[in-house]
């Protein structure tokens, strides 16, 4: 009775524990299942998220691949699948700041890179100097902590969007400008043709998470850059939270219950278990 | 010395953490900040400079540009209010000095009344610019007194420029009625040809009709000056020119007099209506073609360009490179390599004669087209069932309309999230594929995607489906269902079992009694009365309550009641079956009695 007892309080525990896991709202970075402000929520109803190699897979007439923030190496396979997806005239927008697009890009032979120095406007920002205010042709776009980006090799590229003309790149951190670091305007979204494929690389991780995506014409900007393409968000290149593990788990584990041997297996352990209790109670009843 | 080592090291990632800026921070939590007052300051002194200089497209540029500049509460609107009165100042000025120019050049042509117009234009901008200009002098202070950024003498320049603008128009107001205008006419052949010399010659005359002799005249060819002359004694001026090589329809004449010396204080400077020479030189007929029309990446087309007129230099552009050849004869060939890196489309191949004397420029372009072979994924051979996570072999086939393949390519098959791939050649390709651990049962997607390492062929992609049965999932499956099952099975074999007949039970071995003094009422022979006084004896060491002679099991069992405890239910239960079967002779089961009995000395702690 007793191992009966301990059996059912920890099957209760574990039974709470994923479902907190899998009702507590995800908070990394980026995630399109994240609603907080640094997530990517807002995108969810028109787009999916996948991983690097699924992504790939997927139709480039159909489909645009969108890598946000990348902060995990790429590995070879990796930059072959995103050469195949662009090969196959596949867009894929790249938005990074600090993180490792530029391992990528280096990799597929792109010849723009991510400066990787903090991009700064005292005079056109949202309201702090590390949230610049770029121009898309005539319209803004407000930016979170960007770098720019250095397309001087690229003869071919377009300047999709540049900082103003009062930027600067805040080298030391400092929040003000110094003698010697460099001033605007910077390249902060730049177009290349790759392949058949279209390559886009923006300075930013952050135009599209919650907070800004509705801010100025991020949202415009996004929308154009696609066309009519859905978008679909590349999910394992960021570091996992324990959070994001326990979710994946619980996921995998999910996708392993939901095949039919153990769906089947459990509703018939669920069913034997029943009628074994059911047979209990009615003995005990019978001796009282 | 190890704390030391510790203490530096983290020293040194705290320091290479606040080294690397964060990815972002919620804009919401963040109080707006004012524009640095130092930015604001340097910009205020180049839109000062622009003014100065009177480049008012660049201040106003600039100041629409600043009208993006974010600031807290109110100070947004004086921000905003402040480069919104220099935008329209600038605009106000940008006008004034346009109408102003204009009056001065319509009143050097004698065109008064255009004159007096434009002036009296350049004259309400002034005054409009004036009427501005105070609400922009008390935005300047205040965006000094809140932010401290000088914004004050921009409000000074463009006062300035009111002034020195309005002091002007006064000028050309003055000067406007007391010049003598003058007229002058220009006369020209209507063809020439390109290269050769024309006279062109006119008249000069002051307004009244008398012409004035020995002033000097230029001549413009488009808008160029091409020579000048002197007027002789009846104001006629005649002068030779050298038509420019311009392969165009027409050239146009004109003739301008500046007034100089003292005819500048007296006459007015004049400029005659243009007259128009056509152009006459040799236009080659230009063709081009390519063969074939149709071309691989990385091939190449003979382009043969041909002319009516021989020797002439063309250059050939397409794919953004340019190469130049002399016909030889009336037509020539140049083979052209299309680049690997072109992707498939429409081109156009130019071909552009170069102009030499009187033999003008050509052109003529071709269309050549760009396109890739398109290979095929024939096969896509899989088995139809498999079992995870073993792994299981894919053979991938391609072909191409044309038979030719590829040399190398790379086959890419992506199942269930898990991505492979191999580099081959020739006809078909082979790579094993293992499911994921988890991979569940069911039919699961295979996506190959061929992507060839010649540029003159096209990718290509192809999917296929595999059933799936997880060995894994089986096993798990398997270790779930058996325990339960056998247990099950225990449970209803124990049901199914037929209770023991009575007088087994009354065969059992009796336990040693000992002698007691209960009441002569109890019969310990019969089963269930033996089991009652069985758990006397445990109630009895349990309570230090002894059964009396005179207790009747009712009696005894109120004896105890409060020193029982839990185990009441099973001594009340089992004393009830006693009185059953001792006083109403009741068929009493003792199996049951011997339960109760044993359940009530587990929870005495083992008596009896």
Redesign the interface.
């Known amino acids: 009775m007793r191992r009966a007892e301990l059996a059912l309080a920890l099957a209760l525990t574990a039974a709470t524990l994923a479902l907190l896991t899998a009702v507590y709202p995800v908070n990394a ?1 980026f995630s399109l299942e994240n609603p907080y ?2 997530g990517m929520s807002a995108l969810k109803g028109a787009g999916l998220a ?2 690097l ?2 992504a ?2 997927l139709d480039p007439r159909e489909h645009a691949l969108l890598l946000v ?1 990348p902060s995990k190496p790429f590995t070879a ?1 990796d930059v ?2 995103v ?2 997806f662009l ?2 005239g596949g867009l894929v927008v790249v938005a990074d ?3 490792t697009a530029n391992q990528l890009l280096e990799a597929i032979g792109a010849p723009v890179r991510l400066t990787g120095s ?1 991009l700064a406007d ?10 610049p ?1 770029a121009f898309w042709g005539g319209r ?1 776009l ?1 930016l ?2 960007a770098t720019t980006v250095n397309a001087s090799a690229c003869g071919e590229c377009g300047i999709l969007a540049e900082s ?3 930027s600067y790149l805040d080298l030391n ?1 400092n929040g ?2 110094d003698a010697g670091e460099p001033v605007g305007p910077f390249p902060v979204a730049v177009e290349l ?1 790759y ?2 494929g279209r390559l886009v690389v923006v300075s930013d ?2 135009l599209f ?1 919650n ?2 995506l509705g ?1 100025e014409a991020n949202r415009d900007f996004l929308q154009q850059l696609l066309a009519s393409r859905k978008p679909v968000l590349v999910a394992d290149r960021w570091e996992e939270t324990p959070l994001t593990m326990a979710k994946e788990l619980l996921r ?1 584990a999910w ?2 219950a ?5 769906k ?3 509703a ?2 669920a069913l ?2 029943s ?2 209790w059911g ?2 109670l009615a ?1 005990a009843n019978k ?2 | 010395m190890k704390p030391r080592c510790a203490a530096l090291l983290l020293a040194l990632l705290a320091a290479l953490a606040s ?10 939590e ?4 004012p ?2 007052p ?3 300051t340097t ?1 205020y002194q180049l839109l000062t400079q622009l003014l100065r200089s009177q480049s008012f497209a660049d201040a106003g540029s600039l100041a629409k ?2 009208l ?3 600031a ?1 509460g109110d100070l947004a609107y004086v921000l905003s209010r402040f480069h919104q009165l220099v935008l329209e100042e600038s605009g106000l000025l940008n006008s004034s000095r346009t109408l102003l120019d204009l009056a001065r050049g319509a009143a050097e042509r004698g065109d008064l009344s255009a004159a007096k117009s434009a002036l009296g234009e350049a004259l309400r901008a002034l005054a409009k610019a004036n009427a501005t200009r105070y609400g922009l002098e008390e935005a300047a202070r205040e965006i000094e007194r809140r932010l401290r950024a000088r914004a004050t003498p921009v409000a000074a320049a463009v006062e300035e420029l009111i002034r020195a603008h309005a002091s002007e128009a006064l000028d050309v107001n003055a000067t406007l009625f007391n010049l003598e205008g003058t007229t002058i006419t220009v006369e020209a052949p209507g063809e020439a040809w390109v290269g050769s010399a024309i006279e062109v010659s006119g008249l000069l005359a002051a307004s009244a009709g008398e012409p004035l002799p020995a002033r000097r005249v230029t001549v413009l060819l488009d808008g160029a000056p091409a020579g000048s002359a002197a007027t002789d004694e009846s104001g006629r001026y005649r002068l030779a020119v050298k038509v420019p090589f311009a392969y165009k329809e027409r050239l146009t004449v004109a003739a301008l007099y500046l007034p100089e010396g003292e005819d500048a204080q007296r006459y007015r400077p004049s400029a005659s209506d243009p007259v128009y020479v056509k152009l006459l030189f040799t236009k080659p007929r230009l063709s081009v073609s390519v063969s074939p029309r149709e071309v691989l990446p990385g091939g190449v087309v003979k382009v043969r360009v041909s002319s009516n007129a021989s020797g002439i230099r063309v250059t050939i552009s397409a794919f953004g490179l340019a190469r130049s050849l002399t016909l030889n004869g009336l037509e020539s060939e140049v083979a052209l390599k299309v680049p690997e ?1 072109a ?2 489309g429409l081109y156009k191949v130019v071909a552009r004669s170069e102009p030499n004397g009187t033999i003008g420029p050509a052109e003529a372009a071709a269309e050549l087209v760009v396109s890739r072979i398109a290979l095929e994924v024939e096969k896509v051979e899989i088995p139809a069932f498999s079992l995870a996570p073993l792994p299981l072999q894919l053979k991938v086939c391609v072909s191409s309309p044309n038979g030719t393949l590829p040399g190398r390519y ?1 086959v ?1 098959a ?1 199942l269930l ?3 492979y ?1 191999v580099e081959a050649g020739g006809e078909c390709a082979e790579l094993a594929l293992k499911p994921p651990l ?1 991979s ?3 039919p699961a997607r295979l ?1 190959v ?1 061929v ?1 060839p390492l010649d540029p003159r062929f096209k ?1 290509a ?1 192809s999917s296929a489906e595999v059933r799936l ?2 060995l894994l ?2 096993a ?3 270790a ?2 058996v325990p ?2 056998l ?2 099975r225990r ?2 074999e124990r ?1 199914m079992e037929v209770p023991p007949p009575k007088p087994v039970e009354a065969a059992r071995p009796e336990p040693e009694a000992e002698p007691v003094a209960y009441s002569e009422s109890l019969k310990p022979e019969d089963p269930v009365i033996l089991e009652y006084v069985l758990a006397v004896r445990a109630v009895e060491k349990a309570t230090r309550v002894l059964l009396k002679p005179s207790h009747t099991i009712s009696e005894y069992l109120e004896a105890v009641r409060d020193k029982l405890g839990p185990v009441l239910k099973h001594f009340t ?1 089992i004393s009830k079956l006693a009185e059953a079967r001792l006083y109403a002779g009741a068929e009493v089961d003792p199996g ?1 009695a011997r ?1 109760l009995r044993e359940e009530l000395e587990k929870l005495l702690g083992g008596a009896g």
């Open positions: 970075d402000w640094n996948a991983g190699a699924e790939c897979a923030g396979g072959r699948a050469e195949s090969a196959r700041d600090f993180g903090l005292p005079l056109f920002n949202l309201g702090a100097l590390q949230l205010l803004r407000a979170n902590y103003s003309a009062f951190l003000k400008h043709r392949g058949a991780s952050s998470i907070s800004m801010r995998s996708r392993a939901s095949s039919p041997e153990v089947y297996s459990l018939a352990l034997a278990l009628l074994d047979r209990r003995r001796r009282f | 080294a690397q800026p964060p990815r972002h921070v919620n804009p919401d963040l109080a707006a900040r524009p640095d130092l930015a604001l910009t540009l600043l993006n500049a974010t807290p890196s992707v498939d790379r890419e992506v999230g898990a991505r791939e988890l569940p049962t069911g996506e995607t992507t990718p992609s049965l997880n999932l089986l798990f499956s398997a779930l269902l339960a099952a247990r099950l449970g209803f049901e239960y049951l339960t």
